[in-house]
């Protein structure tokens, strides 16, 4: 028997002094916040700051010693903890994918407990699947070893919003990838979350990430609120040294003109290096295995050919080599000037780029909105 659809859409998530303490540690403080329907609010601050306490409150995770959150004015405590949880997405950086069941059956575990239809568990997985990018006829009937770490961590926001929530948890999702993929999934979900048209809080460590997603952005401290407000209000009007210190990562875009190519490239690891001979039945474990999503395909030595992508590689013959799925990419130096890079990118209409020395690709560039708009 499915349970009752508790809300529809959300017009405000209300935390109204809550207090949780671990004997004489306090993980949150009196904590007030009053969060706007269909806005992202991003939680950030150092761990032990009460984040991801404050997260798994609002979905009765955790309990609260004393304090009240409410969901369109509603006392969460008045809903039963199951039919409240599955009615909220929630997605974590560990993920929790079974590895016994393939990509189909882990979106659709929620729906199959809550009686939907076959047909309707199949239709809303393939569409969930096309939305996170991971096209549904190549990745549906594969199992959680069979994808990289980027993957898994889009079947698990797929999962989450299974049930169509209008309240969604993020704990940390990206901050477990390495600094290429955490980028393009950000990239990823940026584009997504205008499409899902939900309310959303969201843990990080990380301000660019936070003022590259976030509607608002909640700083925290010794499990309280030091500021909330959007990225303009912290970094024109900080209310301390502390706040100050968090968005300074904003000022290296202040000097954009001065920036050289290397100042902003991403260094690229050996394991992003595959020869033009290899097969692509050998990459692509080997891709996931790593948890990269993209690959330098480089010649006998340490020259290189070109770019490939996981998602291609499946679409292709086993007995392919990358040398000849290779795409060719732009590229710079690291002494060239930012500026004219972005640029140059920009009217090529590529976000990504490789940054070379004598023809040995030493790390990838990628662009954001925020960069383009310094243009």
Excluded at 61 to 87: C, H, K, M, W
């Amino acid at each position: 028997m499915s349970s009752k659809r508790l809300f529809d859409s959300i017009d405000s998530v209300n935390i109204d002094g809550v207090t949780k303490r671990y004997g004489d540690i306090f993980a949150v403080r009196d904590l007030h916040m009053d969060i706007i329907g269909g806005e992202l609010m991003m939680l950030i601050g150092p761990s032990g700051s009460g984040k991801t306490t404050t997260l798994r409150m609002v979905n009765r995770l955790i309990e609260p010693d004393s304090g009240s959150i409410f969901i369109n004015s509603s006392d969460i405590r008045t809903y039963d903890q199951v039919a409240l949880r599955r009615n909220i997405g929630y997605v974590i950086q560990q993920i929790g994918l079974f590895p016994h069941l393939s990509v189909k059956d882990n979106i659709g575990i929620i729906p199959k407990l809550e009686g939907w239809e076959k047909e309707a568990i199949v239709k809303r997985t393939e569409k969930l699947l096309d939305l996170v990018d991971l096209p549904h006829d190549l990745f549906k009937d594969r199992y959680p070893a069979e994808l990289s770490g980027g993957q898994q961590q889009r079947v698990g926001l797929a999962r989450a919003l299974a049930m169509d929530p209008p309240l969604l948890l993020m704990d940390e999702p990206f901050g477990a990838l390495d600094p290429i993929l955490r980028i393009q999934l950000q990239e990823e979900f940026a584009k997504v979350k205008e499409e899902l048209n939900k309310t959303i809080i969201f843990v990080t460590h990380d301000i660019e990430e936070s003022f590259k997603l976030g509607d608002r952005i909640a700083i925290m401290r010794d499990a309280g609120l030091e500021q909330l407000g959007t990225a303009d209000d912290l970094v024109l009007k900080p209310k301390n040294e502390f706040v100050s210190d968090i968005v300074d990562a904003t000022n290296k875009f202040k000097h954009v003109n001065r920036l050289l190519v290397g100042d902003l490239m991403v260094p690229l690891d050996d394991k992003y290096r595959f020869r033009g001979e290899t097969k692509v039945s050998e990459a692509i474990p080997k891709m996931c295995s790593e948890n990269i999503e993209l690959a330098i395909v480089m010649d006998g030595g340490s020259k290189m050919i070109g770019w490939v992508r996981l998602t291609d590689l499946y679409r292709s013959e086993g007995d392919a080599h990358l040398e000849d799925l290779a795409l060719s990419p732009l590229t710079f130096s690291k002494i060239d000037k930012l500026r004219g890079a972005l640029e140059d990118m920009k009217q090529n209409g590529t976000r990504l780029a490789v940054v070379n020395d004598n023809g040995n690709p030493l790390g990838l560039l990628r662009t954001d909105e925020t960069l383009i708009e310094l243009l």
